[in-house]
């Protein structure tokens, strides 16, 4: 292994998008001082026009409109000095607030120094996987120790990529957003100029969490996170690779902490990978009820049509068995009662071919309960 491979690179690269992103407020000062200059003299024309028309008498609100341009002036004219000034107390605040007395920006912006720890911690591992590759070795612990040393540098890339982003997303809104200052001089525009020095603040408290956090976390990677010797066993393996992603997790929550600390409410902890587990586990529930309640539905359907269709093939048409005798919209078997008071019919007509007697009652009745039962046998009517 080179013990001289570093990643100066991507520590190098911020540099060079600092340098770049910190001249766009130079070059953009010549439309901010048109703008700048057109707004001026909208609201001094504005104020001589409230001063002819009878408010010069007020001296007080002329004064403070004077004050308020004056103001805002200075405050374009010097804004990358004055975001710059407040964004690096932030972060010695927050360096002074992890451990780090002396507040050095460097581990901040320095985000290749905490890639490097990733080489440093991982030296033990890749020679363990050089000795497996030169012995006889095994498919599962091959696996097992690569697989380990990619998670961990790529942990370590997390964090640094992470610092590289949040860095850079400041000197991106201070090289861009003075445009938008200038509105501030007008009542009905201030709004745009409030919103680009509130992203200024937002990225000085983010950065501000973001070092507090790296300053915790950099004395456990620089001195913990080694292996004790050549022989790594699995519980050291793990126990370094979950420290590991616990510190990453935490890098990779400072943005929405710092939102936290913006609304006023904590959001710190597993409460979002749990409601996601929530959600999918619900949704998975409901489908499989949906897919149930969908096959009982077509069930239930079949089995109609079947009984229809068996109605339809045993009686006449609008519903009459032959004989006369009228078939039961009840009747469980699909006709079966009809067919049977048809069969009867039918022997009775090879006997004789009278009719029967006037008022007879059907063979068979449906009780309340639904169950066949024997009708009474006819009487006839006497003669009054």
Same mark, same amino acid.
């Given at each position: 292994?080179?013990?001289?491979?570093?990643?100066?690179?991507?520590?190098?690269?911020?540099?060079?998008?600092?340098?770049?992103?910190?001249?766009?407020?130079?070059?953009?000062?010549?439309?901010?001082?048109?703008?700048?200059?057109?707004?001026?003299?909208?609201?001094?024309?504005?104020?001589?026009?409230?001063?002819?028309?009878?408010?010069?008498?007020?001296?007080?609100?002329?004064?403070?409109?004077?004050?308020?341009?004056?103001?805002?002036?200075?405050?374009?004219?010097?804004?990358?000095?004055?975001?710059?000034?407040?964004?690096?107390?932030?972060?010695?605040?927050?360096?002074?607030?992890?451990?780090?007395?002396?507040?050095?920006?460097?581990?901040?912006?320095?985000?290749?120094?905490? !890639?490097?720890?990733?080489?440093?911690?991982?030296?033990?591992?890749? !020679?363990?996987?050089?000795?497996?590759?030169?012995?006889?070795?095994?498919?599962?612990?091959?696996?097992?120790?690569?697989?380990?040393?990619?998670?961990?540098?790529?942990?370590?890339?997390?964090?640094?990529?992470?610092?590289?982003?949040?860095?850079?997303?400041?000197?991106?809104?201070?090289?861009?957003?003075?445009?938008?200052?200038?509105?501030?001089?007008?009542?009905?525009?201030?709004?745009?100029?409030?919103?680009?020095?509130?992203?200024?603040?937002?990225?000085?408290?983010?950065?501000?969490?973001?070092?507090?956090?790296?300053?915790?976390?950099?004395?456990?990677?620089?001195?913990?996170?080694?292996?004790?010797?050549?022989?790594?066993?699995?519980?050291?393996?793990?126990?370094?690779?979950?420290?590991?992603?616990?510190?990453?997790?935490?890098?990779?929550?400072?943005?929405?902490?710092?939102?936290?600390?913006?609304?006023?409410?904590?959001?710190?902890?597993?409460?979002?990978?749990?409601?996601?587990?929530?959600?999918?586990?619900?949704?998975?529930?409901?489908?499989?009820?949906?897919? !149930?309640?969908?096959?009982?539905?077509?069930?239930?359907?079949?089995?109609?049509?079947?009984?229809?269709?068996?109605?339809?093939?045993?009686?006449?048409?609008?519903?009459?068995?032959?004989?006369?005798?009228?078939?039961?919209?009840?009747?469980?078997?699909?006709?079966?009662?009809?067919?049977?008071?048809?069969?009867?019919?039918?022997?009775?007509?090879?006997?004789?071919?009278?009719?029967?007697?006037?008022?007879?009652?059907?063979?068979?009745?449906?009780?309340?309960?639904? !169950?066949?039962?024997?009708?009474?046998?006819?009487?006839?009517?006497?003669?009054?």
């Amino acid at each position: 292994m080179d013990d001289t491979l570093t990643f100066s690179t991507l520590t190098l690269t911020l540099n060079n998008f600092i340098t770049a992103f910190s001249g766009g407020y130079t070059r953009l000062s010549g439309p901010i001082n048109g703008l700048l200059t057109i707004l001026i003299t909208i609201e001094v024309v504005l104020l001589g026009l409230w001063a002819a028309l009878g408010g010069g008498d007020n001296v007080v609100h002329v004064f403070k409109k004077v004050l308020h341009i004056g103001v805002w002036v200075w405050i374009v004219k010097n804004f990358p000095d004055l975001a710059h000034a407040f964004v690096d107390s932030l972060i010695q605040a927050g360096l002074m607030a992890g451990g780090h007395a002396d507040g050095d920006e460097g581990l901040i912006f320095d985000p290749g120094g905490l !890639a490097k720890y990733g080489l440093e911690a991982t030296a033990p591992l890749i !020679a363990k996987v050089e000795d497996l590759a030169h012995q006889s070795w095994s498919m599962a612990d091959m696996v097992v120790y690569e697989g380990a040393y990619l998670s961990i540098m790529v942990c370590f890339f997390i964090m640094a990529i992470h610092v590289f982003i949040a860095v850079l997303e400041y000197y991106l809104f201070v090289g861009c957003v003075g445009i938008l200052l200038p509105f501030a001089l007008v009542p009905s525009t201030k709004f745009l100029a409030e919103k680009a020095i509130g992203a200024v603040v937002a990225c000085g408290i983010k950065l501000m969490v973001l070092s507090f956090v790296v300053a915790v976390i950099e004395p456990t990677i620089a001195t913990a996170m080694h292996f004790q010797g050549p022989d790594i066993t699995i519980n050291e393996l793990w126990s370094a690779l979950l420290t590991l992603a616990a510190m990453t997790v935490l890098c990779w929550k400072a943005p929405q902490l710092a939102s936290s600390v913006l609304a006023g409410s904590p959001s710190f902890g597993g409460g979002g990978i749990i409601a996601g587990a929530v959600g999918a586990v619900s949704s998975a529930v409901s489908a499989s009820v949906s897919l !149930a309640s969908a096959g009982t539905a077509r069930a239930a359907a079949s089995a109609l049509e079947a009984t229809r269709a068996a109605a339809a093939g045993g009686g006449g048409p609008g519903g009459s068995a032959p004989g006369g005798t009228v078939a039961s919209p009840f009747a469980p078997s699909g006709g079966g009662v009809a067919a049977t008071a048809a069969g009867r019919s039918e022997a009775g007509a090879g006997h004789s071919a009278a009719a029967p007697p006037p008022g007879a009652a059907a063979n068979l009745v449906r009780s309340s309960a639904g !169950a066949p039962q024997a009708a009474s046998p006819p009487t006839l009517a006497s003669n009054p």
